[in-house]
């Protein structure tokens, strides 16, 4: 019975310190639970995701990131039933007031396109375009005048061009990000420039302003390290 008890006294701090070796070997360690972070499931922004999540977890935050339409995520915002949303622009504020603070340091950066099949609807006013198609809730779109009528409103960007292949609409609007990510090698398409330049940040729910230092500096020290393919249009 000594023997036993001498032996538990030993062993005790030797298994203590191997379990947070064990823990310190597992994975960057963690001040706060997760964030929740929404994003429209547009194709580039997967690995976009993955990426700032990996940067991010090297400053010790961690987020993980829900999809859904942009309405969807901003009632979920306004709602505090999450914790920030991804991918907006500054107009972005005028939508969520003030249930939300925007990130500073923008996450990307690039400009709205008009993309077609026959180069001369590129010569055509925007707002006089017979069959576009457009993602649902975007803002940036505030930007251009769209037709009154026949306007399609699709929930996510691979489906918006494949409306164009197939020729169920002349015309679609896209960033160039998302464009040159989703463009077929030899796609004989046509685009153009229909927007100002454009940046898309992090909008954190006000009750995370205290974070927004940390945040600003982890996507500023992402942006230094990504390089993300943006097309030249």
């Known amino acids: ?3 036993s008890l001498m032996l538990r006294i030993l062993f005790s701090p030797v298994l203590a310190l191997l379990l947070l070796f064990s823990a310190s070997l597992s994975g960057p360690a963690y001040t706060r639970d997760c964030l929740n972070f929404m994003a429209v ?3 580039t922004f997967g690995s976009i995701i993955s990426s700032l999540q990996e940067s991010f977890a090297k400053s010790g ?3 993980t990131v829900d999809h859904a339409p942009a309405p969807r995520n901003s009632l979920l915002l306004k709602q505090g039933k999450t914790d920030g949303e991804l991918f907006r622009i500054p107009d972005y ?3 969520i007031g003030d249930a939300a603070i925007m990130v500073p340091e923008p996450i990307i950066e690039g400009y709205g396109l008009l993309v077609t099949k026959s180069e001369s609807v590129l010569d055509e006013d925007l707002a006089n375009i017979q069959g576009m198609a457009v993602g649902r809730g975007v803002v940036w779109q505030n930007y251009v005048s769209l037709p009154e009528a026949g ?5 996510d960007y691979a489906s918006l061009m494949t409306m164009l292949r ?3 609409v002349s015309a679609v609007l896209i960033d160039n990000v998302n464009f040159t990510q989703l463009k077929l ?3 004989n398409l046509f685009a153009k420039r229909v927007t100002p330049k454009l940046q898309a940040h992090l909008f954190l729910h006000a009750r995370h302003t205290s974070l927004l230092p940390e945040i600003n500096k982890a996507i500023r020290v992402w942006r230094a390290e990504y390089s993300l393919e943006n097309g030249d249009f």
């Open 93 to 95: 504020q005028n939508t």
């Open 151 to 155: 306007v399609s409103e699709v929930g």
């Open 1 to 3: 019975m000594i023997l």
């Open 41 to 43: 499931n547009f194709y």
């Open 185 to 187: 090698p030899k796609e």
């Open 61 to 63: 935050v961690c987020f």
């Open 166 to 168: 197939t020729g169920r």
